[in-house]
């Protein structure tokens, strides 16, 4: 899609190009923000891409071999070439786990098998949350956190170049806090501890710095003049160029405001009346594009790409699988991911349960029939949930809208219980041009629509398995027909 806007002359243009979305995820007072969490520059961190990280300290592994290659040979390659970051480094296994802001566990490809082999091997995992989703429940301590509109806090995104504040309008409740204040009250302690134990500074080999954990607080809120979430905002957008002279509190108090200016990693400027259009700058004033040639680039001679068949783009077949059906699991149509999909008001724009929708023609060769229990499977796990009968459904997939957690109406396993995780080998490609890893733009990601399924209709014998409490939460007439 991307290769056809390119040849017809669609990029660059107001209205043009195909964009990407990536959530509420994008950064756009990024200096700001990098100051702000890596006073030692972002160079001296550990980024660490979530797919391969996964995959290699769990069991969750692709048996399928990529020109006659399994894919642990090329991330052992992409690893070694320093292509793409692995930690802890040394075939050393991770012991903890700090989870902020994210049900992990939930929206984990092949669930089951990451909660059978990587969350066995942890020693503490702590989850930061502000609801019971599937991860705290499966966590060692939950830390409460503030909601939305619990706190001060800074909103961007993708979708538009305005910044917006997050006005606090209550306290948290009981004993939640602020996001900032559980970093700054962990690297208060994490220092004190440090002290009363007497701990000296280390070197840091693979970055050559000192580390001081006496001083982690010190470091992390700049001398403790950033006390508070406000303070970190007006951090962030006085050492930006986006929101130079801005404040929280000019935020608060009026409409949003429109970044002032672009710094270098944009590609079009700020215009009055103009909406932000990407690639003007290599469009209408020949700027080298940020590629390997300088130019709109689609061919790659990496040997990679080369011997996989995809220097150019092109249609791909999907790899084999024996089962009949694609496994379809589009974003959620009554939740953000996971959060919401206990709310019940978004539960009663719908049948309050994870559902799985079948083509007719598929459902009736399985003598399924609308809202009977199902069971699907393939070599990995299985699920039991109900059936909705929908035409608009191809007849070679079944779908479920993601992010259902795993207590709210599955009689077995959830919705990631079929999954594993699939690498493509060139997306564990770096340091080649513009391909080079980037935490959330370049590296490794789980494939979503190449897991084939079987469905049937739930049996008397697989429904003596399902337990009595679950079974007196059915209505009776559904008890009567199973």
Known sequence: MILIVALTGNVGKNGGGFNHYVGQERVWPVKGFGKLAFPRTGKKQRFQNTTLWTYIHSTNHDPHLYNGQSIESYIKESVEKGWMPLYPTGGRKPRSMIIWRANYLNQAKGNEMVTDSLW??????????????????????????????????????????????FGKVLDPLFESKTDWEIFRLLTQRIAAIAKERGLKPYHDPQFDWD?????????????????????????????????????????????????????????SDIEEGVAYTPFKHQVEAKKPWP????????YLDHPWFLKLGEALPGYKSPVSERY?????????????????????????????GPIVRLNPQVAAARSIEDNDWVRIYNDVGSLVCRAVIQPNQSQTQITMYHGWEKYLGFLKGGWQSLTYIKIKPTQLVGKYGHLRFQPNYWGPTG?????????????????????????QKLPAAGRARI
Not at 223 to 237: N, P, R, T, V
Not at 291 to 298: H, K, P, Y
Not at 448 to 457: A, F, G, L, T, Y
């Open 211 to 267: 580390r001081d954990l006496t001083t982690a607080y010190q470091e992390w809120s700049d001398g403790g003049k950033l006390e508070d979430d406000e303070a970190a905002c007006d951090f962030i957008m006085s050492e930006s160029v986006e929101t130079k002279g801005m404040t929280y509190q000019q935020l608060a108090d009026g409409p949003p405001q429109r970044f002032v200016e672009t710094s270098e990693h944009w590609n």
């Open 291 to 298: 590629t390997l040639t300088g130019r709109q680039q689609f």
């Open 447 to 471: 494939n979503n629509r190449d897991i084939q399924v079987e469905v049937q209709r739930l049996g008397p014998g697989e429904w003596a398995t399902v337990p009595g409490a679950l079974l």
């Open 324 to 352: 009949p059906l694609f496994w379809n699991t589009p974003h959620g149509r009554w939740s953000i991911h996971s959060t919401w999909r206990d709310n019940r008001s978004l539960l009663r724009l719908q049948r309050g």
């Open 120 to 165: 066995k091997d942890l020693d503490l995992i702590v989850d930061i949350n502000y609801r019971m989703d599937t991860t705290a429940l499966y966590s060692d301590i939950v830390l409460p956190a503030a909601s939305y509109y619990e706190k001060t806090d800074l909103n961007t995104t993708d979708c538009h170049s305005f910044i917006h504040p």
